[in-house]
């Protein structure tokens, strides 16, 4: 479909819910594979339980045993004794071979309403699911796109920070559901693969951040009653802006694959130089946003096609798809300059039309 995905860059729910109970003892009423992402970080229990961790269920022959009549109520003692109830998500229902089957949102409500406790959910469609997306990602929510096809857990949890949402007409969709969505999707498609062309053809919305002015030469903006004539020029400058927080490219730095997936490998080696790399790493991320930015087109993941280049003075080099946008958009020179503080890194960037 036009997306290179390494599997470092896949953020699954288990990995982040090993994450967050690192060190704690947990009842997983979870498939096999789910224990397997679990088991480095957590202690896994049948009694004694920090946490009741509920999953959701598949096709196989697991379901039946994991959701037992027996586990149900060992968690509900577990619960009875103070563990918190935890859930990977709660959804109601899933899309089957056989059609729509209960999910695990319906076992955690059981248990909420018998242990009259509240579940914790980390998956869709709470936004701590989202922000930790981003925060792998390295994105805003205005820089980044969910596709998916159920509309309360993708396309709710999404618009209600402020993705861009995509719903596609497989698995879970129904008309109906579309009919009644609250928020609607942004756009829907038949398949996942229709979505390259969609963002092909569309248009990007500039964010906030970015300006657009226009440069008159000292013309007078009055409308003179004078002899027909060419109208003047007009030379346009478009300018990106980028602020980040050090810190946050630093514990970005910690994740597998974050480097390689973002800077170009001159990038790291001249970062990795430098006595305090985060600096140049942060400096550089802010740089790739505001040319993304001036550019009209984002990043999209594609950081690595926005090469800052040379020292002092930066310069930009931009290949693949970002390369052929830019050519698209008229784009002429770009201009670069980053900074940053102790604390923070920013960038702007300007962009003026090609010379014709």
């Not at 974050?258 to 305090?276: G, L, N, P």
Request: aromatic share 6%; glycine share 10%.
């Amino acid at each position: 479909m036009g997306f290179g995905v390494d599997e470092a860059e896949i953020e699954t729910t288990p990995h982040a819910a090993a994450r967050l109970l690192e060190g704690k003892r947990v009842l997983a009423l979870t498939m096999a594979a789910t224990h397997a992402d679990l088991a480095p970080l957590v202690k896994l229990v049948d009694e004694g339980a920090d946490v009741v961790l509920l999953g959701g269920v598949d096709e196989s022959d697991e379901t039946p045993s994991v959701f037992s009549y027996e586990n149900l109520s060992r968690a509900f003692a577990e619960l009875q004794r103070g563990a918190r109830l935890v859930c990977l998500h709660k959804n109601r229902w899933w899309q089957t071979a056989a059609g729509p089957r209960l999910d695990g949102g319906a076992f955690a409500a059981g248990l909420e309403y018998a242990a009259g406790v509240e579940a914790e959910v980390l998956g869709k469609p709470s936004r701590a699911f989202f922000e930790a997306a981003l925060a792998e990602l390295g994105a805003q929510p205005e820089e980044a796109i969910m596709v998916g096809d159920d509309v309360e857990s993708d396309i709710g949890g999404a618009k209600a920070l402020g993705l861009r949402a995509i719903l596609v007409r497989t698995g879970k969709f129904r008309e109906e559901s579309l009919a009644a969505a609250q928020p609607a999707p942004d756009d829907v498609v038949d398949s996942i693969s229709d979505v390259p062309a969609l963002l092909e053809r569309a248009a990007p919305i500039p964010a906030l951040s970015t300006g657009h002015c226009r440069r008159t030469h000292g013309q007078s903006p009055r409308v003179l009653k004078a002899a027909p004539q060419a109208a003047p020029k007009i030379a346009r400058m478009k300018v990106g802006v980028d602020l980040i927080e050090i810190a946050r490219i630093e514990r970005a730095l910690r994740r597998p694959g974050f480097a390689a997936r973002v800077f170009t490998e001159a990038e790291r080696e001249y970062c990795d130089s430098r006595a305090k790399p985060a600096q140049s790493y942060a400096g550089r991320f802010a740089g790739k946003e505001a040319v993304g930015k001036a550019l009209g087109c984002g990043v999209r993941f594609t950081w690595r096609e926005i090469e800052i280049v040379g020292r002092p003075k930066p310069g930009v080099r931009l290949s693949g798809w970002t390369k052929a946008w830019a050519e698209r958009v008229g784009a002429g020179a770009i201009d670069l300059s980053m900074t940053h503080s102790k604390e923070l890194a920013a960038a702007i960037c300007v962009v003026t039309d090609a010379v014709e």
